[in-house]
């Protein structure tokens, strides 16, 4: 099928992932808005940008080796500022933690609405065909 070489898809899968990694963050940083010494961590725009210009390639070497999953940790950065931080050490800014939360949750709710938007197109196509 000429769709699973669509490379939107691609990118659509790797936005979503990073996306979703990005809300686990987020999460943990709110769920620690009360723990001392905790810094909130966050990842960085420029890094998943370099992330498109970087390709992992790993070998497996062994049978018991596990498939190339392309986690994502690496990106998770903690924020090492003074800025704002309380008397316990502990600098997570909940109102922003919220909104960053927010702002996440419509970026991930736009690119599931997209994704459905490619399939519907795709799904008309193969109708199409068979109407010919």
Same mark, same amino acid.
């Given at each position: 099928?000429?769709?699973?070489?669509?490379?939107?898809?691609?990118?659509?899968?790797r936005?979503?992932?990073?996306?979703?990694?990005?809300?686990?963050?987020?999460?943990?940083?709110?769920?620690?808005? +009360?723990?001392?010494? %905790?810094?909130a =961590?966050?990842?960085?725009?420029?890094?998943? !940008?370099?992330? *498109?210009?970087?390709? @992992?390639?790993?070998?497996?070497?062994?049978?018991?080796?596990?498939?190339?999953?392309?986690?994502?940790?690496?990106?998770?950065?903690? +924020?090492?500022?003074? %800025?704002l931080? =309380?008397?316990?050490?502990?600098?997570?800014? !909940?109102?922003? *933690?919220?909104?960053? @939360?927010?702002?996440?949750?419509?970026?991930?709710?736009?690119?599931?609405?997209?994704?459905?938007?490619?399939?519907?197109?795709?799904? +008309?196509?193969?109708?199409?065909?068979?109407?010919?």
């Open positions: 099928m000429a769709f699973l070489n669509d490379p939107v898809f691609g990118y659509l899968k936005a979503l992932d990073i996306s979703v990694l990005r809300q686990d963050v987020i999460a943990s940083n709110i769920a620690n808005a +009360d723990t001392p010494h %905790y810094r =961590k966050h990842i960085p725009f420029k890094d998943v !940008l370099e992330l *498109e210009n970087r390709e @992992l390639k790993l070998k497996k070497s062994d049978p018991r080796h596990i498939e190339n999953n392309e986690s994502f940790g690496y990106l998770i950065k903690s +924020d090492k500022s003074d %800025y931080i =309380k008397n316990d050490l502990n600098n997570v800014k !909940l109102d922003r *933690e919220l909104m960053l @939360l927010a702002k996440n949750t419509l970026l991930i709710n736009s690119l599931t609405t997209f994704e459905r938007y490619k399939f519907n197109q795709y799904k +008309d196509l193969i109708a199409a065909s068979k109407n010919l």
